[in-house]
């Protein structure tokens, strides 16, 4: 019976990563030893448990038509991303890419993105707060922009000073 129960933890364990949670909480997003510059913007490489989720969720259309992503948030809290693909239906490497964020909570905002390999990128540029918008998901609203080096799932985290986090999963062609 013990045993039965720790290899199922262990089971459970090991998916987490493939999910896209490993790395969730307020730390996740702050300041990253060994950043580099690059022209896709800082980028820092981390070992194998910084991987993405092994799939990417589909983007959904927003009442404007846009794609948009729902993120997961801690309790009480939520997490949105819409999309802007430059050329096409979908969010593409090697071309600098709108995304505009909504997220509750309070405090300033932070974002980050790791994709395939464990690259970790930061937003080329933003986050830039919005005043207004037609968009209507909760919480406040940033604009950034994004030149993603390589195709693939990419894990975006955010967080904001005042504790909120969120995760979501975005597929880069």
């Given at each position: 019976m013990v045993r039965r129960l720790l290899v199922t933890l262990?089971?459970?364990a090991s998916a987490v990563p493939l999910l896209g949670c490993a790395e969730d909480g307020?730390?996740?997003?702050?300041?990253?030893?060994?950043?580099l510059s690059s022209p896709t913007g800082p980028v820092t490489t981390t070992g194998p448990a910084a991987e993405p989720a092994a799939?990417?969720?589909?983007?959904?259309?927003?009442?404007?038509?846009?794609p948009e992503v729902q993120g997961v948030a801690d309790t009480g809290n939520s997490f949105w991303g819409l999309l802007f693909p430059r050329g096409g239906p979908s969010l593409r490497s090697?071309?600098?890419?709108?995304?505009?964020?909504?997220?509750?909570?309070s405090g300033t905002f932070s974002i980050?993105?790791?994709?395939?390999?464990?690259?970790?990128?930061e937003p080329v540029w933003g986050p830039i707060g919005h005043g207004g918008s037609?968009?209507?998901?909760?919480?406040?609203?940033?604009?950034t922009g994004w030149n993603f080096p390589v195709a693939g799932c990419w894990t975006v985290r955010a967080s904001?000073?005042?504790?909120?986090?969120?995760?979501?999963?975005?597929k880069i062609s």
């Open positions: 262990a089971l459970l307020p730390d996740a997003i702050g300041p990253t030893a060994g950043a799939s990417c969720a589909a983007a959904s259309r927003s009442a404007d038509g846009l090697g071309v600098e890419e709108k995304i505009v964020w909504r997220m509750t909570g980050r993105a790791t994709g395939p390999g464990g690259t970790t990128i037609s968009w209507t998901r909760p919480g406040d609203e940033w604009g904001r000073s005042g504790g909120a986090t969120g995760v979501l999963t975005l």
